[in-house]
């Protein structure tokens, strides 16, 4: 009985991220539809089959380093844009502002703060707040509190904040995140995009996929994978981060038994029978992950779709992008494609598809916690494409009917949701999806889609 109580909390906790109320989860445990299927396998304990033989030699895969002078993008896209495999760019931070401009001339470069209040101090910021109890993994093991804060008392809280090694019982710490200083105008750029992310769909939009973050050594960024499965680059200009990176083939050990939730960290404490037992894939992922230490003025390519955790080891200072192109748009839209799929298939599970329309269409998600994520997903897709076939956004032929395949779909699956009801107030063009199609039929010869 103690165990199934801490078994509902534990799943409570890693579905909705926050509260405890047993009896909240009763219904959805009990409703003798999905989640049974996930208990079943709860108590024949059958799980994955995995076998933990076949993977040793995979484990052990590293991550290359590329010389920033002598990687030509052709060998960049070759090499890893297009097989989706992670590396690490040397050499492309030094003539950046940032690294000029904002750091100390000391022996650690280390951030200097009274350079970023005289230019961003009035500015405010989202903040991550963490409280890590001593002895727990880098950031803690739940969920951050998000927070606001000027760019001044964020500065001043960096002076003070406590050294990793002499951390009391429960640290608070404090993780500036997904800045947007270059939003703000009459400031000038603080770095030069790289020539290898520059082709770049979703920030042509209007940037807002463009971060700066500052770090302390003992904060952490949780286990994830990048908005719509879109590529992640991100340059330490000072301090050292380790990266824990899975290949996407191996995301689905990252689920709980019912394969709906994921692993709250990739240290999740899995001495605990009864979190091994949740998380039967986490050990073996463990096994497959790729883990890199970035260095100062190194930059990372995150591919698509790889789930990563992210430590700053030092207090670190990083600017980063999402983006999205040609070589990975199918695959994001494939993923959407599954969650909206999925989203339905609960639904008419729950017995009524009542909802989802306006889900899709960026209203309340299943949970009632706010705007459905994968509403929000939707309309970003179809901003993106729109952009980019309105003729605001250039497009290679080449890359015109894998564009209009995924609008086809998104038409076909979405169906009355996409038009003007719902991207009317939302999207930044006036195109409806006819109208897109029309102009890839005219480019591609009549009759390519209907
Ligand atoms: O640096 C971090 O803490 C997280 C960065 C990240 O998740 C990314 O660049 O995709
Ligand atoms: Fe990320």
Known sequence: MAASKSLSTL????????????????????????????????????????DEEEI???????????????LSYESFVDKYMAPNRPVI?????????????????????????????????????????????????????????TDEMTVTAYCDYWREKPQCSDR????????????????????????????????????????????????????????????LRSYSWSSNVTGRKRWYLIPPEYTYLLYDVFGKALAPHIHFDLESELN??????????????????????????????????????????????NWLNGFNLEGSWKKLKEEIENERAYRKAEGSLEGVEEELKGGEGRYGDGESQIGKDLILLYEVLAFRLSGDGEIRREEMAMVAMVLQEMVEIVGGCVGEDVYGVKRMSDWRPEDFLKVVNAELGVGFIK
């Open 56 to 70: 040793e030699e995979d484990a052990m895969a590293v991550i290359e380093r590329e010389d920033g002078d002598e």
């Open 168 to 227: 009391e019982e429960t640290e608070t710490y404090l993780y500036l995140k997904d800045w947007k200083p270059h939003a703000i105008s009459g400031k000038k750029s603080m770095y030069d995009c790289p020539e290898y992310f520059k082709e770049d769909w979703l920030n042509d939009l209007n940037g807002s996929y463009k971060f700066v973050y500052l770090g302390p050594a003992g904060t952490c960024t949780r286990l994830h994978a990048d908005v």
């Open 11 to 50: 799943v409570y906790n890693v579905w909705t991220s926050e509260g405890s109320d047993v009896s909240a989860l009763a219904s959805r445990f009990f409703d003798g539809q999905v989640d049974a299927l996930g208990l079943l396998m709860y108590l024949s304990g059958s799980g994955h089959d995995i």
């Open 89 to 145: 760019i040397t050499g492309l931070t030094s003539s950046w502002r940032a690294t000029h401009e904002f750091l100390h001339s000391d022996s650690r470069s280390s951030l200097n703060v009274e350079r970023l209040i005289k230019e961003y101090g009035e500015c405010v910021a989202p903040v991550h707040v963490s409280n890590v109890p001593k002895g727990c993994p880098f950031g803690g093991l739940s969920r951050p509190a």
């Open 276 to 321: 091994a037992t949740m998380f039967p894939g986490l050990k073996l992922a463990r096994k497959h992950t790729v883990i890199v230490d970035q260095l100062k003025g190194e930059t990372i390519f995150v591919p698509s779709g790889w789930h990563h955790t992210v430590e700053n080891l030092e207090d670190t200072f990083s600017i980063n992008h």
